[in-house]
Each structure stands twice: as structure tokens, then as C-alpha cells.
């Protein structure tokens, strides 16, 4: 069973399945009292699900500058401590927050913030280097994107970074930096069995990079979580993109197409979470899902998802004759 995947041009090689570090962060708040974390967090039991991570054979960890103003990097440095090559950090920028606060105070895509904010990530993670630098202002103009290209570069002649990305959902923005971007690498973006973006798929295909799901689980979703969740986490006061919950709780509508497609997720013994995982190894070998995760026990689920690897071809069929009427129509 293949466990590694590379993130595109960049040949570094890493685990078919990542943890993503948002949740770790603790609380980040808002204008309006709006939260953009997951609440309160055990620091002690996110260090034991990073080893844990570890252990499972998971060498990606997905963090970012703003994730509990700068907390998920500070944590994650410090369950690598000693561990720094065993791991592959990817780390983002275009967020400002306010450390002391824990805010969210607005996003800055000029070059000098791109040196700034990289200096401050790897003194928060303990690191001399970052493996993927990822532009983290989703619908950014292009123009603006391609504006940071040679500060970019720069950063990888320097050995600060390995190589770069940009997480957005827009795939012309994504080709039109991974056309001009040397060392571009990795496109991260939403995807799921639930959200499927071919376009990026194919721009990924076409300009040899990897691509990052996050959301691959819809923010818990796709695990069958069903209790509701606090204000002060995301989810409990959810924001406009965030189509998946509706005051702290799952909707409805959302609901009921897991439950479509269930039985054909878990048909071969894998849990919820494994067979959505499962499916986005199935739907492109350049695929790398990041799935959140801050206890021990998420983790080992999640990265038994390796051994068992993609999701079988039947299954996968039935999934995609279950959701037909649901999936947008192709672009003519």
C-alpha cells in the first residue's frame, strides 16, 4: 500500500495523509464577536496528538500564522521539539492577528509582511525553515499574488522555505500563479466527497503540484458528529462559507446526503471519517487531505486511513451514482 504522496515539483515527499493544526489553536476572534477557531484546547493532549501523528506514520502538518493568533504554531513547534526532521511543515501567511487578544485584525498581502510574517512563524514553530509557505487570502486578486512571487522566491534561494502554495478555491488564480511561480508547489483548497473541485483538480494535474484538501471531513461532518457545538467555535456561529452547520449543528440538508452515501463509505469495515478520506485518495494520486484533528484518538483514526489506503473503485462508482443529481452541472 503506497502511504506517501510528493507534494508536486517540489519532489518533497510526505504522507498520503496529513493533521491539520487549525483546531489546536485554540480560540481566534472577530469583528462582532465572530469566532474563528474551535474553542477551548487541552495543549497538553494536542502534543500527544501531534507524537501520536507521528507515530501513525503522519509526517504533514498543515498550520497557519493566524490559527489562535500564532497558538496552533507555537504548539506544534513544541511537540516537534527533537522531532524537526521527521516532520514536513506547512505554514501560512496573509492573516494578521493580534497575539495578545487573540483577534483576527484584518490580512496584508504586501512583500515586507510576507519576510515579517515567515520570521515569525519560525521563531513560533522553533524551526530555521519552513517546507511549504503557503499565501493564506483566498480570494486575493491574482495580480496581487503574482506581486509576491519574487519575495517568494527569494525566501527559497535563502533556505527559508522549501517552496510555496496558495490556499484558495479559485482555479484561475491558482493557474496563474503555479504558471509564473517556479518553486510553486501545492494548491490548498476545500475538497471533499461532499465538495468536489475538478477544476483544481485539473490545474493541479496540469501544473504538477499537490493538492492540500482541507475540509476534507466538512469540519466534522463527514465524521458523523451530531452533538452541538459552542460560540466559541466556528462552527457555533457560522460564517457565510461555512455551509456545512447552522447554530452549532449540523444542517439538515447536509445531513441527510451523508446518510445518502454512508453505507457505500463504510462498506469494506472503515469508519465515516476513513471512507471520506478514503475517497479523496481514490479521486486523484495528487490529493493530500489534512484532516483537524486535537485529540489522540482523531488522530489514530484518521491515519489508519494509510493502511487501508484509497477507497475501492465499486464503491467509489456507487458514491458518484448516489450524488449525481447533486453535483453541479460540467462547464460547456
Not at 507534494?7 to 474563528?36: H, K, N, T
Not at 490559527?67 to 516537534?80: C, D, P, T, V
Not at 515586507?112 to 513560533?124: E, F, I, K, N, T
Not at 478520506?277 to 486511513?305: D, F, K, M, Y
Request: glycine share 10%.
Amino acid at each position: 500500500m503506497t502511504t506517501t504522496r510528493t507534494l508536486g515539483r517540489s519532489g518533497i515527499e510526505v504522507s498520503a495523509i496529513g493533521m491539520g493544526c487549525w483546531a489546536i489553536g485554540g480560540p481566534l476572534w472577530g469583528d462582532g464577536g465572530q469566532p474563528f477557531g474551535w474553542g477551548e484546547v487541552d495543549d497538553d493532549e494536542s502534543v500527544r496528538a501531534i507524537h501520536a501523528a507521528l507515530d501513525s506514520g503522519v509526517t504533514l502538518f498543515d498550520t497557519a500564522s493566524n490559527y489562535g493568533a500564532g497558538h496552533s504554531e507555537r504548539i506544534l513547534g513544541r511537540a516537534l521539539a527533537g522531532r524537526r526532521d521527521r516532520a514536513v511543515i506547512a505554514t501560512k501567511f496573509g492573516n494578521v492577528a493580534d497575539e495578545s487578544t487573540r483577534r483576527w485584525i484584518g490580512t496584508d498581502a504586501s512583500p515586507a509582511y510576507v519576510v515579517r510574517s515567515l520570521g515569525q512563524s519560525l521563531r513560533r514553530l522553533g524551526t530555521d525553515h519552513v517546507d511549504l509557505f503557503q499565501l493564506h487570502i483566498n480570494d486575493l486578486p491574482a495580480s496581487a499574488a503574482l506581486d509576491l512571487l519574487d519575495t517568494l522566491e527569494d525566501l527559497v534561494a535563502k533556505g527559508t522555505i522549501r517552496a510555496y502554495g496558495w490556499s484558495t478555491d479559485h482555479p484561475d488564480s491558482a493557474e496563474a500563479f503555479a504558471k509564473a511561480g517556479t518553486h510553486c508547489a501545492a494548491i490548498q483548497h476545500d475538497q471533499s466527497v461532499l465538495n468536489d473541485n475538478a477544476a483544481m483538480l485539473a490545474v493541479c494535474e496540469a501544473y504538477d503540484l499537490a493538492s492540500l484538501n482541507r475540509g476534507p471531513l466538512a469540519m466534522g461532518l463527514l465524521t458523523g458528529a451530531r452533538r452541538a457545538v459552542g460560540r466559541d467555535d466556528v462552527r457555533g456561529v457560522a460564517p457565510d462559507w461555512l455551509r456545512w452547520f447552522t447554530d452549532g449543528r449540523p444542517t439538515p440538508e447536509w445531513s441527510a446526503r451523508v446518510e445518502r452515501i454512508r453505507a457505500a463509505l463504510t462498506a469494506d469495515g472503515r469508519t465515516l471519517a476513513q471512507g471520506a478520506l478514503g475517497w479523496l485518495l481514490a479521486r486523484s494520486p495528487r490529493t493530500v487531505p489534512i484532516p483537524g484533528a486535537r485529540t489522540v484518538e482523531q488522530v489514530r483514526e484518521n491515519a489508519a486511513t494509510l493502511a487501508r489506503g484509497p477507497l475501492p473503485t465499486d464503491a467509489v462508482a456507487e458514491i458518484e451514482r448516489l450524488l449525481a443529481d447533486l453535483r453541479p452541472a460540467p462547464a460547456s
